[in-house]
């Protein structure tokens, strides 16, 4: 879970051949070691092996088959873990965003996992991504300051749900979720 919480403020780079598109990860979910509700939770599989690799890989899954999620794994090579990234504040690429997207709304625009992955061009190839090297998609520092974080039960999962594993930046307005769980 503390990677959950250290991913808050770091930014998400997309260098693809439309553009670069970017975003400060706002909202977090940690999915640790033993949990119910985790994709890692039924072992070691072929399409969840990026799971089991160690911390700062991408895994990219397809989500009900309509959308992608993006996750960090987050623990040491072969246990499986990791966090789902469910917002950012759009920083660069805002127009390749909005055309992704089809919206001119900024707020909308990565607010959401499915969104999130869809503004950043995100799909199964870049499942398995070192993330700590410059690549197709990588992570940075950020140095605009972190707001306080705040944590919440996470949102539309049915085991292990009254967890608190849900972390985001409080008062941001790119913040998924309902208000009540935002106000926390």
Same mark, same amino acid.
């Given at each position: !879970?503390?990677?959950?919480?250290?991913?808050?403020?770091?930014?998400? /780079?997309?260098?693809?051949?439309?553009?670069?598109?970017?975003g400060?990860?706002?909202?977090?979910?940690?999915?640790?070691?033993?949990?119910?509700?985790? *994709?890692?939770?039924?072992?070691?599989?072929?399409?969840?092996? &990026?799971?089991?690799?160690?911390p700062? *890989?991408?895994? /990219?899954? !397809?989500?009900?088959?309509?959308?992608?999620?993006?996750?960090?794994?987050?623990?040491?090579?072969? /246990?499986?873990?990791?966090?789902?990234?469910?917002?950012?504040?759009?920083?660069?690429g805002i127009?390749?965003?909005?055309?992704?997207r089809?919206?001119?709304?900024?707020?909308?625009?990565a607010?959401?996992?499915?969104?999130?992955?869809?503004?950043?061009? %995100?799909?199964?190839?870049?499942?398995?991504?070192d993330?700590?090297?410059?690549?197709?998609?990588?992570?940075?520092?950020?140095?605009?300051?972190?707001?306080?974080v705040?944590?919440?039960?996470? %949102?539309?999962?049915?085991?292990?749900? *009254?967890?608190?594993?849900?972390? *985001?930046?409080?008062? &941001?307005?790119? /913040?998924?979720?309902?208000?009540?769980?935002?106000?926390?």
């Amino acid at each position: !879970m503390e990677m959950a919480r250290f991913l808050i403020g770091k930014i998400v /780079v997309r260098e693809h051949p439309d553009g670069r598109a970017s975003g400060r990860i706002v909202e977090t979910e940690a999915y640790p070691p033993g949990d119910a509700s985790g *994709h890692a939770y039924g072992g070691e599989t072929p399409a969840r092996r &990026s799971l089991f690799l160690r911390p700062g *890989h991408g895994y /990219v899954y !397809m989500a009900y088959g309509s959308c992608y999620c993006f996750n960090v794994s987050s623990e040491p090579a072969g /246990v499986g873990a990791g966090v789902l990234i469910r917002a950012l504040e759009p920083l660069e690429g805002i127009a390749l965003m909005q055309r992704r997207r089809g919206t001119d709304t900024l707020r909308d625009l990565a607010r959401g996992p499915g969104r999130l992955a869809a503004a950043l061009a %995100i799909g199964r190839d870049l499942d398995g991504i070192d993330l700590c090297v410059k690549g197709p998609l990588w992570l940075a520092r950020s140095a605009l300051p972190t707001g306080a974080v705040a944590s919440s039960v996470r %949102i539309g999962i049915s085991r292990e749900a *009254h967890r608190l594993r849900r972390f *985001h930046e409080r008062g &941001s307005p790119f /913040v998924s979720g309902t208000q009540r769980l935002n106000a926390r």
